[in-house]
């Protein structure tokens, strides 16, 4: 159990465009999802956190109109990058959390590749 | 705020044999939660094993287990019996109050075979 499922895995895009990524539960209902950024070789970043029907909390230093978070129901979040430039070209994983609160377990999808030319 | 350290940027093992990553943290919670994830070369995040502050008893899946000193503030991970797949990056995390995970830096394991 406990599946998250991202899509798309790879995505190449202009400079200028933007790009939506999804995240899905499979198995659970995800009350809280989180949106994370990886360098190479690097930790993970959080970059905010949505619960289901409300808005999203960014980090601090994540610019929230460049990168908007929807999570419209309890088993998918999307992330947009708007306007996407080189410099947004990064490894970005979401997670997904059930319904047991701060404690619980929190399940990765298998990531995307941005990549901005 | 909270902080997670991971000191061993690399380590490696080999085959069957047993290896030890460490990881201290610093909080001032009561009640929290720590975890090891890895992180092979797909780079999807699996999830090694998860320990409650509460419990005193050290978590154990499998090969995997931790040494959780509450009061050192450190949470080891042990591999036992280590295999090829074993090798991946290993990151250590906190999750408190807020919900959010603080992840260490990550141990990059090398098994050699």
């Not at chain 2, 070369?41 to 999830?47: E, F």
């Not at chain 2, 040494?67 to 290993?90: H, P």
């Amino acid at each position: 159990g406990a599946v998250v499922s991202q899509h798309p895995s790879w995505v190449i895009c202009k400079s200028g465009t933007s790009v939506k990524i999804e995240c899905r539960s499979l198995d659970f209902q995800a009350t809280t999802m989180f949106w994370y950024r990886q360098f190479p070789k690097q930790s993970l970043m959080l970059m905010a956190t949505s619960n289901e029907g409300s808005k999203a909390t960014y980090e601090q230093g994540v610019e929230k109109d460049k990168f908007l978070i929807n999570h419209a129901s309890l088993t998918l979040s999307t992330l947009t990058v708007t306007s996407a430039h080189p410099e947004d070209s990064s490894f970005y994983i979401c997670s997904a959390r059930g319904e047991g609160g701060p404690g619980e377990t929190q399940y990765f999808g298998p990531g995307t590749r941005l990549l901005v030319l | 705020a909270q902080t997670v350290t991971q000191s061993q940027p690399e380590m490696s093992v080999q085959e069957a044999e047993t290896v030890t990553l460490s990881c201290t943290y610093d909080t001032s919670e009561s009640d929290y939660y720590l975890f090891w994830y890895k992180q092979p070369p797909s780079r999807q995040m699996i999830l090694v094993i998860r320990q409650e502050a509460y419990k005193q008893q050290n978590a154990t899946e499998n090969r995997f287990s931790v040494n959780f000193q509450k009061a050192a503030k450190s949470f080891s991970l042990k591999i036992s019996d280590s295999q090829l797949g074993d090798a991946a990056m290993y990151f250590c995390a906190y999750g408190g109050n807020t919900g959010k995970l603080i992840f260490g830096q990550g141990t990059t394991l090398q098994v050699k075979p």
